[in-house]
């Protein structure tokens, strides 16, 4: 039997599509739930002092700043929903959750394209001037998904300036900040000392591990947003499990550095052996993925996701994703075996 015609239940399916930790699920957040089990006989603290302690020092913010909710679609509905923008301006190809999410509340997309001539990396004073007073809200992913670009904090400071000048929200997804190796040099966390036009989210389900938590937060200096979103949420919105581990996950110092440390490692070579080959294009990555252009004008994004599953190997095809299209696939990067049998399975077909 051929290595094609291999059945998918003769390899472990791996999922390049998630763009998860391949460190799983921290130590510590496996004993704070074990250790804590009962603690679901009780209603959360609808403080949560503890848990925004901890948030605070990590991100390195106040506990007056944050703002909690069940993961990232849900925090960005609770700005929809606060903001009520008429006209936001998004980034293409980025993250199809912002358009959806705030189509749903009636807001019209205006859409900045990422040249892909200039490898998708954002021109940022094009796009300030690109901005005007008719919009209401400019959402970034910083690092960009699915192009794995990441733009300085001395950028998005004077993205927030522009925006400050006409009345424009801005709202930076750092989803996978903490996956870039100057972390703390890019995260726009201490640009909210000086903006109160600027909402930063996090979420933990890729860093950490742990989606199933449904667990994120966002850094706001904005008092009167603030206290809207006080009177209207709910106060006890965040599981009490969810809460125990998060205190414990945040301080969990090893497996963050090991973390960083891993990608750091496993992004480098991947990038390298795939780089040499001529029928494809890499577009450097900043986080803890990376997107890919297949030059072949006989394959498309479904032939290579397709060659890839027979080895269970499930990656993104980007043919869904606005701005790209059936010759674009991205992929995570997981422990050292596993990223060897994806180089080699997609270089196999490419």
Not at 153 to 173: N, P, Y
Not at 215 to 231: K, R
Not at 307 to 316: D, N
Request: charged letters at 25%; a negative charge.
């Amino acid at each position: 039997m051929s290595p094609n015609q291999l059945r998918i239940e003769q390899y472990e399916t791996v999922l390049y599509d998630a763009n998860l930790n391949p460190l799983g699920i921290p130590v510590s957040v496996k004993q704070s739930i074990a250790n804590n089990i009962g603690s679901i006989i009780k209603y959360p603290d609808i403080y949560y002092a503890n848990l925004k302690t901890a948030i605070a020092d990590y991100a390195g913010t106040t506990l007056e700043r944050i703002i909690m909710g069940n993961g990232s679609p849900d925090l960005l509905r609770l700005f929809a929903a606060l903001l009520t923008p008429k006209k936001a301006m998004i980034l293409v190809p980025s993250s199809s959750e912002y358009e959806k999410v705030i189509t749903s509340y009636g807001c019209e997309p205006v859409f900045y394209e990422l040249d892909e001539e200039l490898d998708f990396e954002l021109d940022v004073q094009d796009l300030i001037g690109k901005l005007d007073s008719s919009l209401d809200l400019l959402i970034l992913g910083n690092p960009n998904n699915p192009t794995s670009k990441r733009i300085t904090r001395e950028e998005i400071a004077s993205i927030a300036e522009a925006c400050k000048a006409l009345d424009i929200f801005l709202l930076v997804d750092e989803m996978y900040v903490e996956f870039l190796d100057d972390y703390e040099e890019v995260t726009a966390v201490p640009l909210t000392d000086k903006f109160e036009n600027l909402a930063v989210l996090r979420s933990v389900s890729k860093f950490f591990a742990v989606p199933g938590l449904r667990f994120a937060y966002a850094v706001m200096n904005n008092e009167e947003l603030s206290n809207i979103i006080d009177l209207t949420t709910t106060k006890n919105n965040i599981a009490t499990l969810s809460a125990i581990a998060g205190i414990d996950m945040f301080k969990d110092t090893k497996y963050i550095e090991d973390s960083r440390s891993t990608i750091h490692t496993e992004r480098s070579l991947v990038y390298l052996a795939m780089a040499p080959c001529r029928t494809i294009k890499l577009y450097k990555p900043a986080a803890n993925f990376m997107l890919m252009r297949i030059l072949s004008d006989e394959l498309t994004s479904s032939k290579v996701a397709e060659h890839c599953a027979l080895r269970g190997i499930m990656i993104r095809k980007c043919d869904d994703i606005r701005g790209l299209g059936n010759k674009y696939i991205r992929f995570c990067f997981m422990n050292p075996k596993q990223n060897d049998l994806m180089v080699n399975t997609i270089l196999e077909i490419v």
